[in-house]
Structure formats: C-alpha cells, structure tokens
C-alpha cells in the first residue's frame, strides 16, 4: 500500500473533515497539524490533559472550522482513571517526551517508559465512548481518523459502528497493541484489531516505521492505488 501522505494526494474532497484522538498540543510530534493548516482541513480534536489541551487550542488559533474536546475516549462514559507523566517531564533533555504518553492503561514496561526519569501520576478525566463523541458533534463523515492512545487504538477501533460512520482513511499507532493484549491490559490483539477492520470492509497496510498501521474504505481504495 502508498503511504497515508501519497494515499491523501489522491484523494481531495472538497471539505476534508479529520478526527484526531490522542491530538497532543497540535504541534509535537504530530502528523498531520501541518497538513491540517496548509489544506484548510475541517475537523475534531480531542485531547484529555488540561495543559496540553489549552495548547493545543493555542497552537490553532484562527483555524476557525476546528472543533476541540478535552476528554478521554474509551468504553466508559463518566470519568476515567489516566495515567501521565507530570508536566516538567517535558524539560527531560534526553527524552522529552513524557507528554506524549499519557493512557487510559496502567504503564506497560517498554523502552521508552524505562528512560523516564518520573513517577507515573493517576488523575481521573471526562471519557466518552467513539460513538458518544459521533454523536455529540453530530458527524456524518470522517475523511481521516487519526488515533494515537499509547496501547488503546485497537479497543477504540472495535468500539466503532461502521453502520454509523465509516472514515476513508484510518491511521492508528499500533506499536503498542500486543504489548498490552499479552499483559491483559486490554482484550485485542493487533490481529484482532485487523480482522475487524477486514470484517468491515478496509484494506489494512503493514506497520510503517515501527509505529502506524494505515486503513482505506474499500469503496475508494480500489480508486487510488
């Protein structure tokens, strides 16, 4: 399969509309804030962590046809536990990047989790589930959804009902999905994840990069490749 860059050159609605789940402050380290500025993109934030969350308002400033939600995502409505790193992990000159890894899911042993040098924090926050948030902004279509959970992408995908929006494109962070299937952190493994999205009727790319797996509706993908 292309990349999710040369898939997205082929495919130009007139009103591109993007959901982002896990959007950080819009800025780090992120995939697509300079595609959303560049291209006029509509679309659907959603960030839990108050900080970043504010941020990530700022970092958009005067894109007026963006909406934000600070909340959590899950299979809970109500507030959830979330486990982050605190604020002044970010000044970790070796790995600054304790902001990006907050989850729903108790911390996982990995490699990255290794080389901070800071406690875990437990806070609660607002969750809704997928088809809550669907709801709520009333979205009849999602050109792209884009997920990065640390560990969650795969149960936010099975959440989904596709009879009631079905996105173009799907790019999630599946890194993390065995690692925790196999800790008994969550109930999907990435095979699952993909025979869902098969079931479903999407074509389902190889890992990119050791990170993201991309997603094409079936109903267009036959048209850009």
């Known amino acids: 399969m292309k990349s999710i860059d040369n898939l997205l050159e082929s495919y130009k609605p007139n009103n591109f509309f993007v959901l982002q789940i896990g959007a950080h402050d819009g800025i780090t380290a992120d995939p697509i804030s300079s595609k959303v500025k560049e291209n006029g993109w509509s679309g659907l934030f959603v960030e839990p962590v108050d900080y970043l969350f504010e941020r990530l308002k700022l970092n958009y400033k005067g894109y007026d046809n963006l909406n934000f939600e600070n909340s959590i995502i ?21 790995f600054p990047y304790g902001s990006c890894m907050g989850s729903v ?20 926050y ?15 279509n999602i050109d792209l959804l884009q997920i990065d959970t640390e560990g969650y992408d795969g149960e936010i ?38 025979s869902y999205l098969n079931e479903n009727n999407y074509t389902v790319g190889d890992i990119e990069n050791g990170y993201d797996r ?11 490749i």
Do not use: M, W
């Open 214 to 224: 991309v997603c094409v509706c079936n109903s267009i993908f036959k048209n850009l």
């Open 74 to 94: 899950s299979n809970k409505k109500g507030y959830v536990d979330f486990y982050e790193y605190p604020q002044e992990s970010e000044n970790d000159n070796e």
């Open 126 to 140: 607002q969750s809704l589930t997928f088809n809550d948030l669907i709801e709520k902004y009333n979205i009849k």
């Open 157 to 194: 995908i099975c959440s989904i009902d596709f009879n009631k929006v079905r996105p173009k494109f799907i790019r999630y962070e599946d890194r993390h999905t065995d690692i925790v299937y196999n800790k008994k952190l969550t109930k999907v493994s990435s095979n699952d994840v993909v």
């Open 105 to 124: 899911l108790k911390p996982f042993d990995s490699i990255a989790h290794k080389k901070l040098k800071y406690d875990v924090i437990k806070k609660q």
